[in-house]
């Protein structure tokens, strides 16, 4: 039966394919270079390290400054009140900003690098200068919570879904599963500075300072390997296995953890990774078919609908995806057997908020990605 937006099969034609892990930019040369931080709306945060402000993007990719009167404000991190809690690396102080951008002082601390939040509302702190990691418990009291041995510029903070901590190096790259009562195991070593690091699924995702690449680090200790970036420096989007970074630094998922952001230092631009956790990867792309395409949508931007084409060169089941940009799935235009050929489908925001938004087909196992802009 012809479909309502099947075009007539075309004759194939060579065309060029990305990787289901796929490389974005959303803000470039902006007024960030470090830590980043999501909320519960979908905004990301970043903070201006040797500067004094953070960023607030939205998720239609407008970029604002949301705090100043800062020092240095480093690994930043929201606490279980909604507030985000900032580091001030070179001002000695941990500060607690509002929604509204209302600041004031939580805590008094020398050389505040990086914050993260445990279940009982304490709150652990690593200090890159003096190797060591603090705790503050919820009546703001602090003590050692570790100290020296392997401890080498601590910045890289997380835990796993059981409650295990997970500490990074800057200086020597090294990751290292924290065992209570044993000390620090290594489960990874990237090479040169170590930004930051995020978690998805089973996997430690850190960013590559120097390297210019994004390294997955699984958590059963089994190594690092290069996740995405040629170690080039750049700002190359596309495929993960081709994008380029520039000093790549702060590093955030998503709450559901196939979609994350990373800050370049050197450029000051937000980037985007979607399909972390597809199990469709760079090497398979030597065997695409000649022929698999995803058009930009037309008109782009649009309000409120837009027109998006493609071809498959062999005939299999299909799907055309549309995901916000916090890598939510927000409608499926297209999931069925195809025959081989030329397509097209209208996708209708009118119930959509303004920003930006992703089409992602896939054909087998191999997938394209694009971006498009809905302005109301």
């Not at 400054?65 to 930043?76: E, T």
Request: glycine share 12%; net charge neutral; hydrophobic share 40%.
């Amino acid at each position: 039966m012809t479909r309502p937006w099947q075009i007539l099969a075309a004759t194939l034609i060579a065309c060029t394919v990305s990787s289901a892990q796929t490389v974005s930019t959303i803000v470039s040369n902006s007024t960030f270079n470090d830590g980043l931080a999501l909320d519960a709306a979908g905004n990301i945060y970043a903070s201006l390290y040797y500067g004094t402000t953070v960023t607030k993007i939205t998720p239609t990719g407008q970029a604002s400054i949301f705090a100043g009167g800062l020092s240095s404000p480093n690994g930043i991190t929201f606490g279980p009140n909604g507030d985000l809690y900032v580091p001030n690396a070179s001002g000695s102080s941990i500060s607690k900003i509002t929604p509204a951008g209302t600041s004031s002082t939580l805590l008094t601390i020398t050389d505040p690098a990086t914050l993260m939040f445990n279940s009982d509302g304490s709150l652990l702190v690593t200090h890159y200068n003096l190797n060591k990691i603090s705790l503050v418990d919820t009546n703001l009291g602090v003590s050692d919570f570790l100290s020296g041995g392997l401890l080498n510029g601590p910045i890289g903070l997380v835990r796993d879904g059981q409650g295990v901590l997970y500490i990074g190096n800057f200086n020597d790259g090294k990751i290292f599963r924290y065992v209570p009562g044993t000390g620090l195991q290594e489960i990874g070593d990237i090479p040169g500075w170590l930004g930051f690091m995020t978690l998805s699924g089973n996997a430690i995702y850190a960013t590559g300072w120097q390297d210019n690449r994004i390294y997955k680090v699984p958590l059963n200790g089994s190594g690092a390997v290069v996740f995405a970036g040629t170690g080039v420096a750049g700002n190359a989007d596309g495929p993960v296995a081709t994008a380029t970074f520039n000093n790549p630094n702060g590093i955030v998922a998503t709450a559901g953890g196939d979609t994350i952001y990373i800050s370049d230092y050197t450029s000051r631009s937000l980037r985007m990774i979607v399909g972390v956790n597809s199990t469709t990867h760079v090497g398979q792309e030597s065997a695409l078919p000649v022929a698999f395409r995803l058009d930009e949508n037309y008109p782009n931007p649009f309000n409120p609908s837009t027109t998006i084409k493609f071809r498959i060169p062999v005939s299999g089941h299909v799907t055309l995806k549309v995901y916000d940009l916090l890598g939510r799935e927000v409608q499926v235009l297209v999931n069925e057997l195809l025959e081989a050929g030329s397509f097209e489908t209208k996708f209708d925001a009118l119930n959509l908020a303004s920003g930006v938004y992703f089409y992602r087909l896939q054909s087998g196992n191999f997938v394209s990605l694009r971006k498009m802009l809905l302005t109301k």
